[in-house]
């Protein structure tokens, strides 16, 4: 089953028609949409066709090599991701890659899960930046920011609580938490108490905030998990 589109458009420029036609297969099923030329004059044809987020590209070409491509590409074109993927191994190798506008130099053979890895990474950097969040933690100031309207000040215990619960994907379960806070030398039931009411404490300063949204729920006795998008700084 193809997986969900990663919303990168990418041209892979490389002249073997088999390996080129293998990472065509691969970086398709891995979601990102893939165009395959074998030279820098079908790419110029690909581009003018078509724009791309980011050119995967080889050195050793019969025809136009791939540095020559990749200076004038990046002269054309300074906000395309460029990733070149070589069989060039040589260190000189790799410097006159990123002389010549490259944002990542990987060699052959490349793990194709790698490679992928390499792309998106690539593609969440060039990708233009998005608006503030609504809420930031500053752990230095201990304050939480709201729509760079409201400060709301923490402790330094709120502060690496809600550092804990926004850097997690899923709930984080209370033993978690007590290692975390650095308190597992105080009984369990004891700790549940002072943890309930440091979670009291936090919902009081959100709340105003979250349109009647709980922004730190419980969930099932095992923990707590933040309900609402916090950048933590």
């Not at 790419?43 to 136009?64: G, K, S, V």
């Not at 233009?128 to 933690?137: D, F, G, R, T, V």
């Not at 959100?206 to 419980?218: F, G, M, Q, R, V």
Request: aromatic share 6%; net charge negative; charged share 25%.
């Amino acid at each position: 089953m193809q997986k969900k589109p990663y919303f990168a458009s990418l041209i892979l420029v490389e002249d073997n028609d088999a390996l080129r036609e293998e990472l065509e297969n691969y970086l398709s099923e891995e979601g990102f949409e893939v165009r395959g030329v074998d030279s820098g004059e079908s790419l110029n044809l690909a581009l003018i066709e078509r724009p791309a987020d980011i050119l995967i590209l080889d050195l050793n070409m019969a025809e136009e090599d791939g540095l020559s491509i990749c200076k004038r590409i990046r002269k054309s074109m300074p906000s395309i991701g460029i990733l070149i993927l070589t069989a060039r191994v040589m260190s000189s190798d790799k410097l006159a890659g990123y002389q010549s506008g490259a944002d990542i130099y990987m060699t052959k053979p490349a793990r194709p899960a790698e490679l992928a890895a390499a792309i998106r990474n690539l593609f969440v950097r060039i990708s233009p930046k998005q608006a503030s969040p609504n809420w930031i933690l500053d752990t230095k100031l201990l304050n939480i920011r709201f729509q760079d309207k409201v400060t709301i000040p923490v402790t330094a215990t709120e502060a690496k609580l809600l550092k804990l619960l926004a850097m997690s994907h899923d709930y984080v379960e209370i033993t978690d938490i007590q290692t975390c806070l650095l308190e597992e030398a105080l009984d369990s039931a004891k700790f549940k108490l002072r943890l309930e009411v440091l979670i009291s404490r936090l919902r009081a300063k959100l709340d105003a905030h979250t349109d009647n949204i709980n922004p730190i729920k419980s969930v099932r006795s095992r923990g707590y998990q933040l309900c609402v998008d916090m950048e933590v700084v």
